[in-house]
């Protein structure tokens, strides 16, 4: 079948069967390798991405349930100049992530939660980063960096 | 090329015949079996999708737990994508109920004004379900019919007496008593439609702490300041939810709830069947857990239940 979505702003077309993950479609086709596979099974988070702005779990998502739709990878999150996200900014300055596996998804959830909203208490932030599981950190950097985030968007 | 061998030539970093692309792709590792897609745009069309292609067909919604077992091989000829399906989503209220489409997703249940509404727990219960992914793209529908007793839909709504229509005018009713009732899915080629949820004055209580080992879900029908009706749904301990009515006879005063709290929590666990016994808990254990989690939410009860 032909799918049509765009990828980080750019309109791409992809001819793929019905059993293909968005996932890999996006490493693959897209060679977006940013989006990683790591449960394969939609629990540890390394393959979000953001459909529509919503994080998503490409291993578990057909390439043809996003046909129309908007895709962002961690490719896409910094400005065209190259310029980081505050996100990603905040993450560099905390030292949020050690092997760097994790961080592409948590990024990507933490851009939605920021888009979701402005200033999110402690709760908040724990409850959305459940869906990334990242086995270096301890969650505390993180935690920082995306109050960090925050701060500076605030500012 | 395997994958076994796609994988082995990654990790050792010896350059694989796919020439010109990076070593760091790989694809996703447990392969999915091709299958037909189907996206019907209307009910009928789905529904005499579903109906033709049987038995080997399968009805996808939100597709959390559907393509986990599709990973794990579940074969499937025929897969008929409901996300296109206008009748299927939406809350509504009426006087007497509360709606709620089967393709509603829980993100959009723990964020309707109606289901605050009708009952202001789900909003702070439902938000610790699963994990956001999950929540904005797995729906109620696809809960109840994955017949997982780890799941959280069935009972919530096996207390509060709920009632599932189907597509093809039939309905399945959560009111009765003991084990939740055979929900059929589309292998059957019926369309879980929508679940409706009577409003009457009630509280509801739900304790997920002991997860994977018991959920307890309390519902209390309340008039004025008086119990007249009580049922508590018990997930996870066995292979289906149960539930079970509390013997509050002709009424019984909100307050006075937490001097009974312990005799009926033991009545209720002595009157359970046998519970699962697994790697989580033994079935002793999940008895024991059961007991203490409705003692506990009967006494909040006490303080809490407010019509």
Known sequence: ??????????????RALPNRTLADALREDLLLTGCKIGCDQGVCGACTVL????????????????????????????????????????????????????????????????????????ATIRNWLGANICRC?????????????????IR | MSDASMIQHEFLGIAHPRAGQALAVHRSR????????????????????????????????????LVNRLKFGRPVDDLVHLGAVPELFG???????????????????????????TVPVFAETWRQLGNVRIRLKGTLGGNMLADDPKYDALPAFLALGARLAYADGTYV????????????????????LRIEIPRR??????????????????????????????????GCAFAVPMVFSLPFGSGMR?????????????????????????????????????EILLRRQLIHAAAGARP
């Open chain 2, 201 to 234: 004055a009630r509280y509801l209580a739900a304790d997920r702490s002991q997860r994977p080992i018991v959920s307890v879900w309390l519902a209390l029908d309340l008039q004025e300041d008086r119990v007249i009706a009580g049922r508590v749904a018990i």
């Open chain 2, 173 to 192: 009713s959560l009111s009765g008593e003991g084990p939740a009732p055979h929900l059929y899915g589309s292998e059957s080629g019926a369309l879980l």
């Open chain 1, 1 to 14: 079948m032909k799918i049509e979505i765009a990828v980080n702003g750019r309109r791409q077309r992809l």
């Open chain 2, 30 to 65: 447990k392969r999915i079996a091709e299958f037909r897609l189907h996206q019907p745009t209307s009910l009928r069309e789905a529904s005499e999708l579903l109906c033709s292609l049987r038995p080997n067909a399968v009805a996808m919604a939100g597709g959390v737990d």
């Open chain 2, 254 to 290: 909100c307050v006075h709830l937490g001097e009974v709290a312990t005799e009926i929590a033991l009545a209720i666990a002595t009157a359970m069947p046998e519970p699962l016994s697994d790697n989580y808990a033994s079935a002793g254990y999940r008895r024991k857990i059961a």
């Open chain 1, 137 to 153: 950190t301890g969650y505390s950097m993180i935690v920082e960096a995306v109050k960090l985030a925050v701060g500076q968007r």
């Open chain 1, 51 to 122: 459909v529509d702005g919503a994080p998503t779990t490409a291993c578990m998502t057909f390439l043809f349930e996003v046909a129309g739709r908007s895709v962002t990878t961690i490719e896409g999150v910094a400005g065209a100049d190259g310029q980081l996200s505050a996100v990603q900014s905040a993450f560099l300055r905390a030292g949020a992530f050690q092997c760097g596996f994790c961080t592409p998804g948590i990024i990507l959830s933490v851009e939605a939660l920021l888009a979701n909203e402005a200033d999110p208490d402690d």
């Open chain 2, 91 to 117: 809350i509504h209220e009426t006087p007497t109920m509360l709606t709620v489409g089967a393709l509603t997703t829980h993100w959009q249940f723990e964020r309707s004004e109606a289901v605050r509404r």
